[in-house]
């Protein structure tokens, strides 16, 4: 890997910056949930209300994930990437995504991983042999995205560590009542 050129190797400003770069990672994964869940729990919704306030703040994840899905690319391209936390150097690292040696390495195809690409990449969406390759951005079925989906993925994060059980017991009631929630009409 090469070292940044902007921060000396080893040094405290790679502390920093290695606790920034997985912040701004951290800020893409949890807004990434968050523009799964809104519009899949806007998908079982009755109360006009209710359709409202989900549509109109998912439209705000939305917005945040393109915005730290751009930054997140900054850690991993030029002139940052190469940071190495000098007290967790097998943990956080950000090797620079563009460079094809890197890429070699860690058996990476520039396709996937060019740090400037913004948009969604068209997939596989609803039906496989009926549609071709859709560009969404994000899953949109109960177990995918769901608050289910969601809670856990937020506590496998150790986003809620800390809480007491209680916490995780009423939040997963809650999950599990509004992935149950179905259109009334
Ligand atoms: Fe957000």
Redesign the pocket.
């Known amino acids: 890997m090469v070292p940044s050129p902007s921060i000396p190797p080893g040094s405290p400003a790679q502390r920093i910056q290695a606790i920034a770069s997985t912040a701004g990672f951290h800020f893409a994964f949890?807004?990434q949930g968050?523009t799964s869940l809104y519009p899949t729990l806007a998908l079982k919704a009755t109360s006009d209300e209710v359709l409202r306030i989900l549509l109109s703040i998912g439209g705000?994840?939305i917005d945040?994930?393109s915005l730290w899905h751009d930054k997140a690319g900054n850690a991993v391209s030029q002139p940052l990437a190469g940071v190495i936390d000098p007290k967790n150097p097998n943990g956080a690292t950000f090797p620079d995504l563009n460079d094809p040696a890197t890429l070699a390495r860690l058996h990476l195809q520039l396709e996937l991983t060019q740090t400037n690409k913004i948009l969604p990449e068209p997939c596989d969406f609803l039906f496989q042999e009926a549609l071709p390759p859709c560009s969404v951005i994000r899953p949109t079925s109960t177990a995918l995205g769901g608050a289910v989906a969601t809670v856990n993925a937020f506590t496998a994060d150790g986003l809620f560590n800390g809480q007491p059980d209680g916490f995780f017991d009423f939040a997963m009631q809650l999950a599990t009542a509004a992935d149950n929630a179905r259109r009334q009409f």
């Open positions: 949890i807004e968050g705000v994840e945040h994930f």
